[in-house]
Each structure stands twice: as structure tokens, then as C-alpha cells.
């Protein structure tokens, strides 16, 4: 036993020598805390220094326990490097201390974010049992939230966001039965929501975003009936989105972006008649969306974007005319653009990007005079733009690439003096681009960083079946706007087959030859360059280049000829990549085979002319189909390195 003392003493000094803390100062009776921050010693040692020499005895204001408290707080966040510390730790009067508030001998509020504190929570503050308002936040506070926070049963706000607090949200919390008030956002927080945050009933406001949490959300969160603001942005939650939180009847945010939710969108949430804000982009949701969404009259906006989602979009989402931003883009979406759309008379900004929708444009998205934005890219809409669009006066951006869109562009596009973003590329279009275009002098041009454009807008009406060259007006202005929009236009041109003749790309990086007797008649032939192969390509690399190659005599369509068609194709060096340049191959898409599969193989005996140096190589070909340049590339091996 003497020998166990002996060693404790021994520690006992070790600690005093390590932190500076002398005897006397035990020996008085004064409390010492050792602070626990990640400031260098000399940063340390005047915490330390004002920490031993002040006596919680000599406080007037509040009970002892309290100072002490406060006092753990000081010494664990190294107070004397804090932003302002006026008072702590030198007046006999908490309240006078820097923005420490006390009622009643009690301390009620102790706020002191964006105060430059480093180090962690002291259990300590559990202590401070008739808090009201605790605010650490926008500090480098570290480690994890104490359990004894628990025990503040009267506090009504708990700030700890934009801080680098780790570990579990303690369960302990959820014993706060008077909070308002819970913000942990911005930090570091891992493991699973506890379930017993459902017990807090007077909660309006809970933040969680932005941190590492992970599991679901539990049901019990359905209990929160005063509930006006959730948000779990940035996590990694999972599972379904619980059904419960249809019984948050006072709900009027709800953000669940950017986790791994799956499963489907409960129909319940469509009861949610205060909700202004359901934020689901960027999980894993998949099935239909529920048409009782429609039933949210008050909601401003919808994200669903980027997510699973599949079906049709429910007409009924037209009754909610308070909404302002909808977005469904980047989902499995099908069918048409309901025409119901057009009663968001609020609306400024739709995107249905990304989705597989069919048909045509409805006229009545000319109806939505407010809108801002219009995103209908990458679907299979289908059938010409319609002139109602020219009445959408306040518009800044319209992007209608990657469809199958076609006809002319209508000279009522002209009216959108107000576009600065205008995407057309990537349909079939044709015709003469009208001379209107000129009015939209506020067109940004690709890459411009400065605003309006930001490096983000652009002019871009590259792969269509536009007329080159462009009359006068507007050839000058799209010469300014989008400079190489000529470069991409399908070719279409007429070979007697008797005599044969040339078809060449407007780059002239592309000729296909047809012989003299390779069909009988007057040969149509229509090559359409692609910005990318809009089949699979599967392990094999894309270089560059890709391109329809159609034909018909009259009506009847040409696929194949009695002799090859000789293709000689010029690339590009640096759309190669990984790409070997000696194994380029020109590939076809067997639409039998649902393959792709060298082009030289459609003709007997076909084999390839190469010129590296010139970076072009032909082929002949006797099929036509669609086309692309693809390779293999060499796996690259970095030798390991030692230490």
C-alpha cells in the first residue's frame, strides 16, 4: 500500500511539473483545470496562469459549481486566446463576464460563438443545470459532445455547428424536454441518429447537416409535432424515409439531400399542407413519385433530382401553384411533359434533365411567364420548339440539347432578349438559323468567366442539321456567339450512283468516297456528326469521333452497297487519352448483334490505311449504321514506393 501511495504522489507531482501548476495552489483549495487544446505552450500559459490563480470562493453572483463550470470552459478552450474574454476569470461577478448572462443567482445564458475557442466540451458545463442558451458555435472546438449536456433541462437553444466535434450525437440529449432550438451541423459527427431525439416536444429547429452520420432516421421522429425545420443534408443516412414524418403537421423544411436514402417517397408527406421546402436530391429513391406531392399547396420548392425515380410525372403536381423551383432532373422519368405544368404561374426555375421523357413540348410551358430557367437536355422529346416559347420575356437560360428535336428554330426565339444560356446542340434541327437571332445580344459565349456567364453559360447550337454557311444576318453575330457552331452540322448531299462522288464533313476531317455502280440511282447519303456514341462502348475508349452515316434512294433506305465506300477519317491527338494510336479501330453498331464491331469487317477483305504521322487512317466500309472511333488502352503500372 505504501508503495501504490508513494507512486500516486509521484504522478501527482509529475503533473504539477508538466503543467506548471504549483502546491500552493492545491494546497489553497483552488479547483485546477489543465487545458486541453492544441495552441503551443506559450499560447497556454497564460490560460493556465490566470486558471490557477482565480478562486471560484470570491464569486458573488452565482453558486460555486457554476463558476467552476464556467471555469472548466476557460481552461479547456484556452480563454486567454479567445477573440474577447472581457471579465473572465478577473471580476468577482459572472455577469459582467463576456457575454455570460445571469438570472437569479443562476447562469441563464453563456453564447460565446465565433470566439476563437480550441479544445473540447467539458463535461462540467452539465452543471449548469438552469442554462437556457448555450452557443459554442463557429469555433475549432474538437472532440466529443458530453453526455452531461443532458442534464440542462431548462435549455431552450443549443448552438455547436461549424465546429470539428466527432463521435456519437449522445442519447443523452434527448433529455432536453424544453429545447427549441438544436443546431450540430458542420462538424464531424458520426454513428447513428439516437432515437431519443423523438422525446423532444417542444422542438422547432433541428439541424444535422453537414456532418458523417449514418443508419436511418428514426421513426420516432414522427413524435416531434411542434417540427418546423429538419435538415439532414450531407450525411450518409440510409434506408427508406420514414413514413412518420408524415405526422409533422407543422413541417415547413425538410432536407434530405445528398445521403443514400432508397426505397420510395412516402405518399404520406403529400398530407404535410405547411411544408414550403422537400429537398430529396441526390440519393437512391426510386419507384414513382406519389401524386399526393400535389396536395402541397404551400410548398415553394421541389429537388428530386438525381435519384432513381421512375414512372410518369403526376399531372397533379400542376396544382401547386405556390411553387417556384421544381426539379426532377437526372432520374428514369418517362412519357410526355404534362401540359398542367403551365398553372405554376410562380415558377422560375423547372428542370427535367436527364430523363427519358417523350414526345413534344408542350405549348403551354409558354404560359410560365416568370420562368428563369428552362432545362429539357438529355431526354427524347421529339417534334419542333414551339413558338409559345418566345413568350417567356424573362428568361436567362434554355437548354434543349440531347433530344430529337427537329424542324426549324422558330423566329420567336428572337424574343428572348433577356437569354444569356441558349443550348440547342444535339438534335436534328434545320433550315436557315433565323435572322431574329441577332436580338439576343446577351447570349453568353463558351468559357467566358465574366458576368453574366461565369465560365458556365454558353451559345452552343453545334451537331445539328443547320444550314451551312449561315445567311447574312445572323453569320456574324453566331461568328461571335458560338464561333465553331458550323464545325458539327450533318452534311446531306446527293451521289448519282453512276458516277459516284464525295461527301465531305464541314470540318473536312471526315470524306467518304462512293464509286462509280455502288447503288443504282440517285444516292441520298446524310452524314451526322455526335458528340458522343449513343450506344454503350462498354471497357473501350472513346476518341473523339462519332457520327450516323444514312442513306436512301427516294424513300427506301440504303444500309448496304455492291462496292466499298472508302472513309478516311482525320483525329485529333489529344481526344486520344490512355489510347495506343495504332490500335484505333472504327467501329459500327450492329443493331442485330446489339454490339459494337469493327467497321472494316462489313466489307470482304477490308483492312486499314494508317498515317500516324498525319493522325488519319481509311478504311473501306459497306454498311452504314452508326459509327464511332474507339480503342483500348494500356493499364499503367506505378512501381511501389518505400518508405
Request: proline share 7%; glycine share 8%; net charge negative.
Amino acid at each position: 500500500m505504501k508503495y501504490v501511495s508513494r507512486i500516486f504522489i509521484f504522478v501527482q507531482v509529475l503533473v504539477l511539473v508538466l503543467f506548471s501548476v504549483s502546491y500552493d495552489a492545491l494546497a489553497a483549495g483552488h479547483t485546477v483545470y489543465l487545458p486541453r487544446t492544441t495552441d503551443s505552450e506559450p499560447e497556454l500559459a497564460g490560460t493556465r496562469q490566470q486558471v490557477q490563480s482565480f478562486n471560484c470562493a470570491t464569486v458573488t453572483d452565482v453558486p460555486p459549481i457554476e463558476c467552476e463550470a464556467l471555469v472548466a470552459l476557460y481552461s479547456s478552450t484556452n480563454g486567454a486566446m479567445w477573440r474577447k474574454n472581457d471579465g473572465w476569470l478577473i471580476s468577482p461577478t459572472v455577469d459582467s463576464w463576456y457575454h455570460v448572462s445571469v438570472s437569479d443567482n443562476h447562469v441563464i445564458d453563456l453564447a460565446l460563438s465565433s470566439n476563437n475557442l480550441k479544445g473540447s466540451i467539458p463535461a462540467e458545463l452539465g452543471n449548469l443545470i438552469n442554462l437556457q442558451m448555450l452557443s459554442l458555435s463557429e469555433n475549432q472546438l474538437g472532440g466529443v459532445i458530453p453526455p452531461e449536456l443532458g442534464n440542462l433541462s431548462n435549455l431552450l437553444l443549443l448552438q455547436l455547428f461549424f465546429n470539428h466535434l466527432s463521435g456519437p450525437i449522445p442519447q443523452e440529449l434527448g433529455n432536453l424536454n424544453s429545447l427549441v432550438d438544436l443546431f450540430l451541423n458542420d462538424n464531424q459527427l458520426s454513428g447513428a441518429i439516437p432515437p431519443e431525439l423523438g422525446n423532444l416536444n417542444n422542438l422547432v429547429v433541428l439541424h444535422l447537416e453537414n456532418n458523417q452520420l449514418s443508419g436511418v432516421i428514426p421513426p420516432e421522429f414522427g413524435n416531434l409535432q411542434n417540427l418546423e425545420v429538419a435538415s439532414f443534408y450531407n450525411n450518409q443516412l440510409s434506408g427508406a424515409i420514414p413514413p412518420e414524418l408524415g405526422n409533422l403537421t407543422t413541417l415547413i423544411d425538410l432536407d434530405l439531400r445528398n445521403n443514400l436514402f432508397s426505397g420510395s417517397i412516402p405518399s404520406e408527406i403529400g398530407g404535410l399542407s405547411n411544408l414550403y421546402s422537400l429537398l430529396l436530391s441526390s440519393n437512391q429513391i426510386s419507384d414513382s413519385i406519389p401524386f399526393e406531392l400535389g396536395n402541397l399547396s404551400n410548398l415553394s420548392n421541389l429537388w428530386l433530382d438525381d435519384n432513381s425515380l421512375s414512372g410518369t410525372i403526376p399531372p397533379e403536381l400542376g396544382n401547386m401553384t405556390n411553387l417556384r423551383r421544381l426539379n426532377l432532373a437526372s432520374n428514369e422519368l418517362n412519357g410526355t411533359i404534362p401540359s398542367e405544368l403551365d398553372d405554376l404561374n410562380l415558377l422560375f426555375e423547372l428542370d427535367l434533365s436527364s430523363n427519358k421523357l417523350n414526345d413534344a413540348i408542350p405549348d403551354a410551358l409558354g404560359n410560365l411567364s416568370n420562368l428563369l430557367r428552362l432545362d429539357l437536355s438529355s431526354n427524347q422529346l421529339t417534334g419542333s420548339i414551339p413558338a409559345e416559347l418566345g413568350s417567356l420575356n424573362n428568361l436567362w437560360e434554355l437548354s434543349l440539347a440531347g433530344n430529337k428535336l427537329n424542324g426549324s428554330i422558330p423566329t420567336a426565339i428572337g424574343n428572348l432578349v433577356a437569354l444569356n444560356h441558349l443550348d440547342l446542340s444535339d438534335n436534328m434541327f434545320s433550315g436557315d438559323v433565323p435572322e431574329s437571332f441577332t436580338n439576343l445580344v446577351n447570349l453568353c459565349v463558351t468559357g467566358d468567366p465574366n458576368p453574366p456567364c461565369y465560365g458556365n453559360y454558353k451559345t452552343n447550337l453545334g451537331y445539328n442539321r443547320l444550314n451551312v454557311p449561315a445567311p447574312e444576318p445572323p453569320a456574324s453575330f453566331l461568328g461571335i456567339k458560338d464561333p465553331d457552331w458550323h464545325l458539327t452540322q450533318a452534311v446531306e448531299a446527293e451521289i448519282p450512283g453512276e458516277t459516284g462522288g464525295t461527301v465531305t464533313s464541314n470540318d473536312g476531317n471526315t470524306e467518304i468516297a462512293i464509286p462509280a455502280g455502288a447503288v443504282e440511282g440517285l444516292l441520298t447519303i446524310l452524314f451526322a456528326p455526335q458528340p458522343n456514341p449513343s450506344e454503350n462502348i462498354g471497357n473501350l475508349n472513346f476518341a473523339g469521333k462519332s457520327f450516323q452515316l444514312t442513306a436512301s434512294i427516294g424513300e427506301t433506305p440504303v444500309t448496304s452497297f455492291a462496292q466499298p465506300m472508302i472513309l478516311t477519317l482525320q483525329y485529333d491527338q489529344a481526344s486520344l487519352g490512355p489510347i495506343p494510336e495504332d490500335s484505333l479501330i472504327l467501329y459500327y453498331w450492329d443493331a442485330n448483334q446489339l454490339a459494337w464491331v469493327d467497321a472494316a469487317s462489313t466489307c470482304e477483305g477490308g483492312a486499314y490505311t494508317r498515317n500516324v504521322d498525319e493522325n488519319w487512317l481509311s478504311l473501306p466500309i459497306c454498311h452504314l449504321s452508326e459509327f464511332a472511333l474507339l480503342g483500348d488502352s494500356y493499364d499503367l503500372f506505378l512501381p511501389a514506393i518505400r518508405r
